[in-house]
């Protein structure tokens, strides 16, 4: 088993992508320490995945600083230790950029990038302690490299997650502990469903900038997630890999069946 006993701390682990790379964590033999700010759908995705392996649950939202250590503690508490650390939880608001409201900006950036910060240094701690290294993986997004002027605040946190993961590499490298960044293209979660897939003409757009012709699934990513933080990646560190059917390779379209 890959990861045989470690333990890994996931966010945002109740819904898509999260839930994905828990799932995907077990099956490869990890201990699973899920956090999400939903702690209904939190507490249910443990009681479906009862018997898949061990997994516990802990309310926490990823952008307040309180929250974070105290569920850090508490993960340490129960585990005794964390090597992995996803840092997935996030959120996205669309809208005109002169319309955007500073709260929604503030929300999505505090959210989506100043929480890998908090868990960076509260993980990060634990991890350099210890001695023992680690791997802390990133939910960037392609993004980082191309995006739309309706959701401005997102692409900025996504950008910054890329540049912090690398100022984070380097930092935590001394210590053998890796830090990377997955960046998915459109994968079918709640995010994307409550919208941008509802919509056919925007379907139809995605897919023709989508060379391998589908949306991704969150399993796609968490397969990458759990490569990164494994000894498989052992010399790669400050890299943001995309998950993203070809799209960031792709000038113009490619053609869609009808
Ligand atoms: N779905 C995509 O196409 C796509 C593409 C690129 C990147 N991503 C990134 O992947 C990550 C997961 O997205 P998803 O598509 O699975 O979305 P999702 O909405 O299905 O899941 C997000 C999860 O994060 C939790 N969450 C939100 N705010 C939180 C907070 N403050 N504290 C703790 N948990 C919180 C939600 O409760 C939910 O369980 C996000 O960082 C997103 O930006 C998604």
């Known amino acids: 088993m890959r990861f045989d006993g470690r333990v890994a701390l996931i966010t945002g682990a109740a819904s898509g992508i999260g839930r994905g790379c828990v799932e995907r964590f077990l099956a490869d033999g990890a201990r699973v320490a899920a956090l999400d700010v939903d702690a209904e759908a939190g507490r249910q995705m443990v009681a479906e995945l009862a018997g898949k392996g061990e997994i516990a649950f802990e309310e926490c939202d990823v952008g307040v600083k309180t929250a974070v250590d105290r569920a850090v503690a508490a993960v340490l508490a129960r585990f005794g230790a964390i090597d992995v650390l996803v840092n997935n ?30 868990f960076g240094q509260a993980v990060g701690r634990h991890m350099v302690e210890r001695g023992k290294g680690g791997a802390i993986v990133n939910m ?118 009808e």
């Open 140 to 257: 960037s997004s392609t993004s980082v490299i191309m995006t739309m002027p309706n959701i401005a605040p997102y692409a900025a946190s996504k950008g910054g997650i890329s540049s912090l993961t690398r100022a984070m590499a380097l930092h935590f490298a001394p210590h053998n502990i890796r830090v990377n960044a997955v960046g998915p293209g459109t994968i079918v979660t709640k995010m994307t469903q409550s919208r941008t897939l509802k919509d056919p003409a925007q379907v139809r757009r995605i897919l023709s900038r989508t060379p391998l012709g589908r949306f991704g699934q969150p399993s796609d990513v968490a397969s990458v997630v759990a490569f990164l933080a494994s000894d498989d990646a052992g010399y790669v560190t400050g890299q943001t890999l995309y998950v993203d059917g070809g799209r960031a390779g792709l000038n113009y379209t490619v053609p869609v069946p």
């Open 89 to 118: 939880a996030g959120i996205t608001r669309a809208g005109d950029f002169l319309a955007m409201r500073e709260e929604d900006f503030d929300l999505v950036i505090q959210t989506n990038l100043k929480s890998v910060f908090l």
